[in-house]
């Protein structure tokens, strides 16, 4: 059975940094497309920073210099770390994969989804 289970979330002051952690079971990640998504109240879910399988990288340019996606193969785990975090990242957080390459990070290039970790940012 195909799963993928976020975790890391939680509570952070604004500055902080937290790293977000995706494992999958079911299939192996080291040929798949990653990505990380996040959904505030009242909006749409966007990308936030996605792989393709071909390692093209992918992502809203509101985290760039802030944000960076990484994987480990050998725990069939994917990560997104998160530093200077702000009240406006305060969102629930979604892991996503999908087995063939991807042309951006949006929601509809992948198959795959975590079921979500809430991250808070305030003081």
């Known amino acids: 059975q195909v799963q993928l289970v976020e975790s890391g979330g939680g509570l952070v002051q604004p500055g902080g940094s937290l790293r977000l952690s995706c494992a999958a079971s079911g299939f192996t990640l080291d040929s798949y497309a990653i990505g990380w998504f996040r959904q505030a109240p009242g909006k749409e879910r966007e990308g936030v920073y996605c792989?393709?399988?071909?390692?093209?990288?992918y992502g809203t340019e509101v985290v760039k210099g802030r944000f960076t996606i990484s994987r480990d193969n050998a725990k069939n785990t994917f990560y997104l770390q998160m530093n200077s975090l702000k009240p406006e990242d305060t969102a629930v957080y979604y892991c996503?994969?999908?087995?063939?390459?991807?042309?951006?990070?949006?929601?509809?290039?992948?198959?795959?989804w975590g079921r979500g970790t809430q991250v808070t940012v305030s003081s």
């Open positions: 792989i393709g399988s071909d390692s093209s990288a």
């Open positions: 996503a994969a999908d087995p063939w390459d991807i042309e951006d990070c949006t929601r509809d290039e992948f198959n795959y």
